[in-house]
């Protein structure tokens, strides 16, 4: 059994990057939620001898990535320019950092865990941080525009960040399954301003 944790299981960290060993400290109701369901894997596991294993994984993008999550609405914003259907998009933070990674890789780590003799836990993480300003220069940039002609930052949208940001420490997962993340968030977010302006396209096709 694979249990979806979250990095946010660490919330309000002293320490990064964080590993396996790092304090739960989560500073929201999903992060709680995500630590009690890890301390059911973990009681199972050791109580009924139960395989299960959690994995702490940190942000996983693709295009198959929901529209209310800030990659994939500054995406199919980038490809609503490029067809004439968006003029301005509001943001929160725009030097808010994340440790970024690939949707398929990841899920390719969680299948890796359930194929060991003996079940543990791993975080799975990129290691590295960008910001959300990053994504805007990659995505933007990928069909030669400048993205502060379009975002307007609204206030509303700015949210609480830690003084220590949550990057994930993967070697554990590396030294003992041999994964590692390897696909670098400027080709994620190209391919999902790619994909999204080939789905808006179709759309338009069928009206």
């Known amino acids: 059994m694979y249990f979806a944790g979250s990095s946010e299981i660490f919330g309000n960290v002293k320490e990064a990057p964080q590993s396996e060993e790092t304090a ?10 995500k630590m009690a369901g890890h301390s059911l894997i973990k009681n199972y596991r050791e109580r009924y001898n139960v395989y299960a294993c959690t994995g702490f994984t940190y942000n996983h993008e693709s295009p198959r990535r929901g529209y209310n ?39 390719e780590a969680m299948h890796k865990m359930l194929q060991q003799d003996m079940p543990k836990d ?39 960040e830690g003084a220590i940001p949550l990057v994930g ?17 400027e080709e994620i977010i190209s391919d999902m301003v790619e994909t999204d302006i080939q789905i808006l396209k179709k759309r338009n096709e069928k009206r």
């Open 24 to 33: 739960y400290n989560p500073r929201s109701v999903y992060g709680i939620s």
């Open 69 to 107: 999550f800030v990659t994939r609405k500054i995406t199919s914003f980038v490809a609503g320019i490029i067809l004439g259907a968006e003029n301005k998009l509001e943001l929160g933070n725009l030097d808010a950092v994340r440790d970024w990674g690939y949707a398929p890789e990841y899920v």
């Open 122 to 160: 791993y975080v799975i993480a990129t290691g590295a941080l960008h910001s959300v300003r990053e994504l805007l220069e990659i995505a933007f940039g990928k069909v030669g525009l400048d993205y502060q002609e379009y975002i307007h930052v609204n206030e509303a949208f700015l949210r609480p």
């Open 169 to 185: 420490n993967a070697s554990a997962i590396y030294q003992d399954l041999g994964w590692r993340a390897k696909k670098g968030i």
